[in-house]
C-alpha cells in the first residue's frame, strides 16, 4: 500500500519531533517541507536523513509536489491560516495542539472542515497514549475504584525552553493557551466525561521569567466527578511529569499517577503498583498511525476536528474563567459551533 505523503508546515522544536516520527513510521513519507526559512528547513530534513524540498508556501508546495495531507507544527496563532489553506488545497490535515488562539479561530477552522467534509482533521493529543495514561485507563475500564468521583490533578514544570520568535513568551497566559489543553482532553478521556464548568485563575509566581501569567489553579467539573486542578511552568524544586501527578478516587479506592511515574492502587489500606502497559507506538507514533488508519478506512479518528473542539472549549472557559472572575459553563462555547 502506498504510503501517506505529508508536506511538513513549520521548523520549530517539535516539527524536529515529528521528523524523527514520520521517519520510523514505515506507512509514511516526507514529500516537503513549508517554512518561511527554506534553507533552513531543507537542512534539518537532511541532518535527519530525510532529504525533502523546501518551500516558503503551501502554494509552491502544492505546484511542484504531490502530498495527501498537511502536518501543522506552527505555533497557534497560525493555525487557522495554515488548516483552511491545507483543506483547501484537497489536502487531509494533521495538526499541532492547540488548535487555535479563541473560540472564532475554532469555529473559522470549523467551516473550513465541513466545506471539505470528505477531507479529515486531526489533533494531536499525544498524552493519550502514554503508557501513564494507558495504565490509569485500562485500570478505570477494569472496574478497579468504580467510578471516579473526584481527581487531583497538578502539573509542575520549569519550562525554560525558549520558542521561535518567542511566540509563547509573548501570550499572556502561556500555562492556560499552551500545556492546559493536554490536561483538560486528558481528563475527558479518563473519565469518559465532557466538562460541565470552569472556575480557574491565572497568576503569576514573582520568580518567573515568563512576562505573563504561567501558572494556573482552579476547580472543573466533568460531569459527576470534580477536579481540583493546578498547573504551572514556574515549578521550584519539586517538577511532575508532563502529563502531571495525577489522583483519581471513586467508592472503591484511589488510582495515583506519581510524579516518578509510577501508576498504583490504594485500596482496603493497601498500595498495589500497576504495570504500565507495552504499546506496539506511542505518543507521536500512535498519533501518526491512528491518523494514517483514519485515512485508510474511512473512519473518524479519535481526537479528531469535532472531538477536540470539546477539549478546546474547556481552554477558553478557563481563560474566560481567570479574566472575569466567576464560574464559566462549556456547552454555550459548543453550542455557538452547533456541537
Not at 515529528?18 to 506507512?27: I, M, S
Not at 497557534?76 to 495538526?95: F, M, P
Amino acid at each position: 500500500m502506498a504510503s501517506v505523503r505529508f508536506l511538513l508546515l513549520g521548523t520549530g522544536f517539535f516539527a524536529r519531533k515529528w521528523l524523527e516520527t514520520l521517519k520510523a513510521h514505515p506507512d509514511c513519507a516526507l514529500a516537503g517541507v513549508i517554512s518561511r526559512t527554506p534553507e533552513r528547513a531543507a537542512a534539518t530534513c537532511a541532518e535527519l536523513g530525510l532529504p525533502a524540498p523546501a518551500f516558503a508556501t503551501l502554494e509552491q508546495a502544492r505546484a511542484r509536489v504531490t502530498a495527501d495531507a498537511a502536518l501543522v507544527t506552527l505555533p497557534q496563532a497560525l493555525h487557522r491560516e495554515a488548516i483552511a489553506g491545507a483543506l483547501a488545497c484537497g489536502l487531509h490535515v494533521l495538526t499541532e495542539k492547540p488548535l487555535a488562539m479563541d473560540m472564532a479561530e475554532a469555529a473559522a477552522i470549523l467551516e473550513a472542515a465541513r466545506a471539505r467534509a470528505d477531507r479529515c482533521v486531526m489533533v494531536n493529543q499525544n498524552f493519550r497514549w502514554r503508557p501513564t495514561a494507558q495504565a490509569l485507563r485500562r485500570a478505570l475500564l477494569d472496574g478497579a475504584i468504580g467510578p471516579p468521583q473526584t481527581i487531583l490533578h497538578e502539573c509542575a514544570m520549569d519550562n525554560r525552553r525558549v520558542t521561535v520568535g518567542g511566540w509563547r513568551e509573548a501570550l499572556p497566559d502561556p500555562y492556560l493557551q499552551d500545556m492546559a489543553i493536554h490536561h483538560f482532553d486528558l481528563l475527558r478521556y479518563l473519565t469518559g466525561r465532557e466538562a460541565v464548568e470552569v472556575f480557574v485563575r491565572a497568576f503569576r509566581p514573582s520568580w518567573t521569567w515568563f512576562a505573563g501569567r504561567p501558572a494556573a489553579a482552579g476547580f472543573l467539573q466533568f460531569g459527576d466527578v470534580a477536579v481540583s486542578y493546578s498547573g504551572t511552568f514556574a515549578a521550584r524544586g519539586r517538577e511532575t511529569l508532563p502529563e502531571g501527578a495525577i489522583a483519581l478516587t471513586g467508592e472503591g479506592g484511589t488510582l495515583r499517577l506519581d510524579e516518578r511515574g509510577e501508576v498504583s492502587l490504594h485500596r482496603d489500606g493497601r498500595v498495589t503498583a500497576l504495570p504500565r502497559p507495552a504499546l506496539a507506538r506511542e505518543d507521536l507514533a500512535a498519533t501518526l498511525d491512528q491518523f494514517v488508519i483514519a485515512l485508510r478506512s474511512g473512519a473518524r479518528p479519535e481526537t479528531s476536528l469535532e472531538d477536540n473542539l470539546k477539549s478546546f472549549a474547556i481552554v477558553c472557559a478557563a481563560l474566560e474563567s481567570s479574566q472575569s472572575g466567576r464560574p464559566v459553563a462549556v456547552s454555550p462555547l459548543l453550542a455557538s459551533l452547533s456541537l
